[in-house]
């Protein structure tokens, strides 16, 4: 049985690309999982070469928490509550002011 491009291309990480997921699944279920992300780029493509730990951030979600769904996809998830733990942006980011303290020093 030969292998399919979700085989061969290894662990999905935080480094893994936008490019490298729409590839691994060319049915579009990463696209499909971005949209359930509510990143707006996932019907543009916007930044294809963009690692997905830094597209989680920049969307205001958790990092871990996406990459984790993202990895689903390779089992036919993700299931519900992993969806949950990637939409949540309550997470609150440091203020600028705390991050100029921090360095300041």
Not at 22 to 29: A, D, K, N, Q
Not at 47 to 65: I, M, V
Not at 96 to 105: E, F, K, P, S, T
């Given at each position: 049985?030969?292998y399919s491009v979700k085989d061969r291309?290894?662990?999905?990480r935080g480094s893994t690309t936008i490019?490298?997921?729409?590839?691994?699944?060319?049915?579009?279920?990463?696209?499909?999982?971005?949209?359930?992300?509510?990143?707006?780029?996932?019907?543009?493509?916007?930044?294809?070469?963009?690692?997905?730990?830094?597209?989680?951030?920049?969307?205001?979600?958790?990092?871990?928490?996406?990459?984790?769904?993202?990895?689903?996809?390779?089992?036919?998830?993700?299931?519900?509550?992993?969806?949950?733990?990637?939409?949540?942006?309550t997470v609150d980011r440091p203020s600028?002011?705390?991050?100029?303290?921090?360095?300041?020093?």
């Open positions: 049985m030969p291309a290894g662990p999905i490019e490298e997921l729409m590839t691994r699944f060319p049915e579009g279920e990463a696209i499909d999982l971005m949209a359930r992300l509510a990143w707006p780029c996932a019907h543009c493509s916007g930044r294809k070469d963009e690692p997905l730990s830094l597209a989680a951030k920049r969307h205001g979600n958790p990092a871990g928490a996406v990459v984790e769904a993202f990895r689903a996809l390779t089992s036919g998830g993700p299931n519900e509550r992993q969806i949950m733990a990637a939409t949540d942006k600028i002011d705390a991050a100029w303290l921090r360095h300041a020093r």
